[in-house]
């Protein structure tokens, strides 16, 4: 076998390899919202969101089912425009931030449904972790913007919170126990830097 065959056939090989595990890819803090709505009283809607969200993604595109994600949002970026509101989310009464400083997703499965895809991981919120699905419309086709190639995704989902240990003491009435996330995630991939 000749030096030039065995390059060529290396090559391929390695292009072979890592197209089968996929492409990585990282979240865009910057396009990126993590939002949670909630029930006031049983009268009214709260709206808030973490403004502080990481993580990365491994995306197969000849086979969505073999994609994974992780991602880390920072608690105490909560925010709902509501300052004190905000410091009640941040105490004991609630994330308890000081102690949990972080909510975690890993994957563990995606599933097809249709032309939009289930992914079903651990949440852990409040040092507790529970098996959640997000139903996820995406990711998009990848586009070039200047360096970077991106994609996007959004992804919803509901929780009970006292299923977390958040919130614990507040009663049904006061605050809603089921909360509803919607995600809407940029992607870029690893190592090219955010705009």
């Known amino acids: 076998m000749t030096r030039r065959l065995l390059v060529v056939l290396t090559f391929v090989l390695f292009t072979a390899a890592a197209w089968a595990q996929g492409s990585e890819w990282q979240i865009d803090p910057n396009h990126t919202t993590v939002a949670f709505t909630v029930r006031h009283m049983g009268i009214s809607n709260v709206h808030g969101h973490f403004g502080k969200v990481s993580g990365s993604a491994n995306i197969d595109d000849s086979d969505m089912t073999k994609s994974s994600v992780n991602a880390t949002i920072d608690t105490a970026s909560v925010d709902t425009g509501v300052q004190m509101r905000d410091n009640d989310l941040r105490s004991p009464n609630y994330f308890d931030a000081q102690q949990f400083p972080t909510i975690t997703f890993k994957s563990k499965s995606v599933t097809k449904n249709g032309d939009k895809l289930k992914i079903v991981g651990d949440l852990t919120i409040h040092g507790v972790t529970k098996e959640v699905t997000l139903d996820v419309d995406g990711p998009s086709a990848p586009i070039k913007q200047g360096p970077n190639q991106r994609r996007g995704l959004e992804a919803t989902t509901s929780i009970n919170r006292k299923d977390f240990g958040v919130g614990s003491k507040a009663t049904a009435a006061m605050v809603g126990e089921e909360i509803k ?15």
């Open 181 to 195: 996330i919607q995600i809407d995630a940029e992607l870029t991939q690893k190592g090219a830097p955010a705009q």
